[in-house]
């Protein structure tokens, strides 16, 4: 009997973890799989420090100006968190779309660089915070032994943070390893970046003022947008107004919240410039691109 290839074995465990749900949340930490029958609407989100794959099918993420697609060759890398907008573009309900995301910890990325001796990363400099990176089969194998965890629970306190690692490891050495690098070093501008962004997370709703922020990193306002944008294809308000218009559009949709309530609650005066920047972020007015996403929800 020809044995099975790691990525149909994954292909069969996430249709068998997600046939009721279109998302689940593995027992593993950080660990999430996912499954959609047809290609969705532009939305937003926001990736946060972790590796994303699909199994089958496709996903186009849209980073400030830069398009990025992968698929079952390529995986997805995120170093710092970033406000996108993603679209799931090859799915049917006969070869639906497939994917996982791993949350990856910068703790132990750090650990790692300190206590092993490291070969060197290979391929490409990437100076973006996120970046797709060819498949490999070792990190293929890794991925499948972490999923096959989720039949033997039992197993997966003492083995899951092993594999973890293993996957680790594999990134650093990768493609994305140097970048990957730089943003676990501390005193790296990949890491100061990486705090700034934490500081704009947690204060988005606030105005901004680069040289407080500049000065809270320990940069010069020139030296803190060149890196800023360089890390996230944005500038620092470009990033700001992203994470705003991707949270009115969780409001809108989640709690209910009219388009004025949203807009002055993440930080706009202005209904209408909300409006205005709404529209060229999402690709319609408030109101009607909520309404399209309820009827969405309500046929799928």
């Not at 319609?284 to 309500?298: F, W």
Request: aromatic share 8%; charged share 20%; net charge positive.
């Amino acid at each position: 009997m020809t044995a099975q290839s790691p990525l149909e074995s994954l292909k069969k465990s996430i249709v068998k973890w997600t046939t009721d749900v279109n998302k689940f949340e593995t027992p593993i930490a950080g660990l999430s799989l996912f499954t959609a029958k047809a290609p969705s609407p532009r939305a937003g989100g926001l990736y946060d420090l972790s590796i994303c794959m699909v199994v089958q099918g496709a996903k186009k993420v849209m980073l400030g100006n830069d398009t990025l697609v992968y698929d079952a060759e390529h995986y997805l890398f995120t170093s710092v968190d970033l406000p996108t907008i993603v679209q799931i573009i090859e799915a049917s309900p006969e070869k639906p779309y497939l994917g996982l995301k791993l949350a990856l910890d910068l703790r132990e990325l750090s650990q790692l660089m300190v206590d092993s001796n490291l070969p060197s990363p290979g391929g490409k400099k990437i100076s973006r915070g996120m970046a797709t990176g060819k498949l490999t089969t070792p990190l293929l194998n890794s991925f499948k032994r972490l999923v096959d965890l989720l039949d033997t629970p039992d197993d997966i306190p003492i083995l899951a943070p092993l594999i973890k690692r293993e996957i680790c490891y594999r990134l650093l050495v990768g493609e994305e390893g140097g970048y990957l690098r730089q943003i676990a070093a501390s005193g790296s501008p990949g890491r100061q970046i990486a705090q700034a962004i934490t500081w704009l997370r947690k204060n988005y709703s606030q105005p901004l003022r680069i040289e407080e922020l500049a000065t809270l990193v320990n940069m010069s306002k020139s030296a803190f947008h060149n890196h800023f944008r360089e890390l996230t294809a944005m500038s620092p308000l470009q990033y700001q107004k992203a994470l705003r218009l991707n949270e009115a559009r969780r409001l809108m949709l989640a709690e209910s919240a009219d388009a004025s309530t949203a807009a002055f609650n993440v930080g706009y005066e202005s209904t209408s410039q909300f409006s205005r920047e709404y529209s060229r972020h999402f690709g319609a007015p408030p109101l009607r691109d909520i309404m399209a996403l309820r009827e969405k929800s309500l046929n799928s």
